[in-house]
C-alpha cells in the first residue's frame, strides 16, 4: 500500500506530476469536483493544526468525497491508551485514506505499517512534513518557474522545523542548490540533516546568526517560527523567540525578485507590513497547499486500486 510518510517517497518525476495536476485543478476545478465521490478521508490529528487539517478537509471536500476525523488526541481512544497501530488498523475499516500528524516523530510510519489503506504524514514531531513540503514546491515552481540553480536561506528554528527539514530534502536532488542556515546557535539545523542531505547530495551551505548578512544573495527567504512546543524549558523558548523578525528595513538589501515563504503559523518573525510586499508568498503557499493535498489524495487513492 503506497502511503507518503517522507518527501523522498516520491520521486522528482511524481513530484511533477502531482504538480501538473494541481496546475490543472487550479485550471479546471470541475473536472474534479466528483473524482472522489463515496470515498473518506480520515483526519488524525493528535497535534494542533489549522491549515493542514483544514486544507486536507477542504481538499478532501473539493474532490467530492468526505471527511471523518478528530483533531485532538483527548477525544481519541488514544486518551485511553491505544497504540497508532491498532488506531490505524481501526480506522482501516472506516475510510479510504488517512492523513495522520502526531507529536511523536516515526508515529504515521507506524500507523502505514498497520494500516490496510494508504497514510498521509501530516507531521511528525520535530521530524517531517511532506504535505506543506509540496505545497512549498508548487509555490516555488509558481513564483520562480524552476527548482534549479536557487539559493534559500532558512531561517529560524532549524532543529525543531520539521518543514525545514523536508523541503531541504526535496531540494536536495535538484542542481545548482545553495543552502543559506540562519539560525540562533541553539537552534541550528540537526547534524543528521547535514550529514545525510546536504554533504551526500554536496550541496554547498553556509551557516550564520544574521538574516541581514545573508540576505541579499537569497532567491528565496524561508522563514520559521520558534516551536515552543518542542521546547524542555520556557526560559530557552522565551530567551529564543523573538531571534528574527523580518521587517521592511530588514529588507532593504534584499533582491527585487526574493520570495519569501513561511509555512505559518506566524508568531513574531514576520511583521504584519511585509504582508503587502509583492515578494511576501505566505499565504499563497496556504492556496498551494490545498491543491497539493488534493492532486496527492488522486494519486493515493489511484494507486491503491491496483
Ligand atoms: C508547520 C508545522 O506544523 O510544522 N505548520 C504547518 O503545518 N503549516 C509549521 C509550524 O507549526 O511552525
Redesign the pocket.
Known amino acids: 500500500m503506497r502511503s507518503l510518510i517522507d518527501i523522498l517517497d516520491l520521486s522528482v518525476s511524481e513530484i511533477e506530476e502531482l504538480i501538473a495536476t494541481a496546475c490543472d485543478i487550479i485550471d479546471n476545478p470541475q473536472k474534479y469536483s466528483e473524482k472522489c465521490k463515496g470515498k473518506k478521508l480520515a483526519t488524525l490529528f493528535f497535534e494542533p493544526?489549522t491549515?493542514?487539517r483544514l486544507s486536507f478537509e477542504a481538499a478532501m471536500y473539493e474532490l467530492g468525497g468526505n471527511v471523518i476525523g478528530f483533531s485532538e488526541s483527548n477525544s481519541s481512544s488514544a486518551a485511553k491508551g491505544e497504540s497508532v497501530s491498532d488506531t490505524a488498523k481501526t480506522i482501516s475499516c472506516y475510510a479510504d485514506i488517512i492523513a495522520m500528524r502526531h507529536p511523536k516523530e516515526g508515529a504515521p510510519y507506524v500507523a502505514s505499517k498497520s494500516a490496510s489503506i494508504p497514510v498521509i504524514n501530516a507531521?511528525d514531531g520535530g521530524h517531517n512534513?511532506p504535505t506543506?513540503t509540496l505545497a512549498d514546491l508548487l509555490t516555488i515552481h509558481r513564483e520562480k518557474g524552476r527548482f534549479n540553480n536557487l539559493t534559500i536561506g532558512f531561517c529560524g528554528d532549524l532543529k525543531f522545523?520539521?518543514?525545514v527539514h523536508s523541503l531541504i530534502n526535496a531540494m536536495s536532488r535538484y542542481s545548482g542548490i545553495k543552502v543559506v542556515l540562519i539560525s540562533p546557535n541553539e537552534l541550528k539545523l540537526p547534524s543528521y540533516v547535514k550529514k545525510d542531505v546536504l554533504d551526500r547530495n554536496n550541496i554547498p551551505y553556509t551557516e550564520t546568526e544574521s538574516l541581514e548578512e545573508a540576505m541579499p544573495e537569497l532567491d528565496i527567504l524561508y522563514m520559521?517560527?520558534v516551536?515552543r512546543e518542542r521546547f524542555f524549558n520556557e526560559e530557552d523558548y522565551l530567551r529564543l523567540k523573538d531571534s528574527y523578525i523580518l521587517d521592511m528595513d530588514k529588507l532593504t538589501n534584499a533582491r527585487g525578485d526574493l520570495s519569501i515563504m513561511h509555512?505559518?503559523?506566524r508568531v513574531n518573525e514576520i511583521s504584519v507590513a511585509v504582508d503587502d510586499d509583492p515578494r511576501a508568498c505566505y499565504f499563497k503557499q496556504v492556496l498551494n497547499g490545498k491543491y497539493m493535498r488534493m492532486a496527492l489524495i488522486l494519486k493515493l487513492l489511484e494507486e491503491a486500486k491496483k
Open positions: 493544526s491549515r493542514t507531521g512534513h506543506q522545523g520539521r518543514t520559521t517560527r516551536q509555512p505559518l503559523p
